[in-house]
DNA sequence: CGTAGCCTTGAGAGAGTTCAAGTGTTGTGG
DNA sequence: CCACAACACTTGAACTCTCTCAAGGCTACG
């Protein structure tokens, strides 16, 4: 499949990528292709023997993991730039999470021959893949941050937050996928997230309207409320 | 520094180093340094620009956060083979955690400028650190899973297994680091664990003695207890 | 032997869950 | 285009598990 001029250009962002020298760019993308999912279609399956690793080019994805006692866990919802599935893929066991499209996305898949050959003949890919990695290990350290020892109503305002350029003042935005999911990723019941989000009403964050919207009259103003949350929630 | 023979033994059975071929287990040992340390040593402190990674040998060490709110967060224990800090070494930024040794241990040291020089130099170990970094990958998703929508019963029972070999019948042994420590880590306070470890009693988890001594009569059994638990505590 | 830290135990309060009903939104087929 | 069903979200009330605060026992170490 050939890679139009535009998704060369997309993909030269991504971190993984975008360090490469032209040539290892092009080895790296010779050999991984483009594909898109809808919303609930699953890119692979806990248990499944890893026959690639994959990068988000657009979109969310669902990583969850099915525990020995039989409960569905998020373990982390991804996004652009965000790779999975390398140790796998490298050794050729078995996924250790279900990756599912939780938005329309589009998804590079890097078969594991290429990957392996990449990584043992290009020293800078194997680089970047190791600090992709890393992110992964950076982004599950602060998921585990935010499940321990934080209020509701924290965990909540903090994943808005996220959603926030850092230097915005005001801010308005959908959220990229449902409230059901959120409240799974931040382990808490979907009934909590909303009475959570009534409560940040008082903070300036406004969920009505469509549902999915969100608008932040004063980003700032939240960050500090939040930084001072130490553990009281938001009191009526 | 000259390594013994014994030290080089221990290291090659790591999984870093287990599947390098002679030569590149010589380069890296080469550069790497192993340091002692004792109970409340630090490694390497969050924020820090790294000038190494780190792989632990013996003992067991604490990696924590503190938080944008000020609050510590243990995000992980590790023990022998585990690594940490390749990415700050790689790249020069500044440590993502604190590490502090909560037991005797023994740690190998690998410099910045080596570990690059390794990395680009040797593919085989560009691979194997992938594949130790992809295991932090895994570990953290372990704990994410067990933080979210589980019992502290169930939390505490599995935090235990985890500590028996796979196929012990019955299992005595003394606990690596204290009851707090415990706790924090399983994100809980140390006052529920004491209760939940009474509880756990009735499913032959003995922990009284010298206070740190834990008995399993019948490992199996408290598996299957462990599985049952999809959410209900274990009632007197 | 005494002090300090670790652990246990108790009682009370509070945050989040559960159960249940109700409202709104979306998409489909008549 | 509307009716209907399915699903997402909200809201309320009761409950329960965990935390908090506090006191007491045990262990370890000087």
Redesign the pocket.
Known sequence: MQLSALELASLKQLPLFARLAPEAFERATDCLRLETFRVGQVICRQGDAARAAFVVVEGWLKLSRVSSWGAETVIHICSRGRSFGEAPALTGSAHEVSAESVSPSLIARLPSACLAQLVSEQPEFASALLLSVSAQVGALMDEIESLKGV???HKVAHFILSLCPASAETWRFRLPY???LIAAQL?????????S??RLRALGVE?GE???EIAISNVQRLRSEVAKMT???VRA
């Open positions: 209020s509701v109503d449902g409230k059901r382990g808490i019941k979907q009934e909590t997230l909303s009475r989000l009534g969920a469509t549902s999915r553990r009281e929630p």
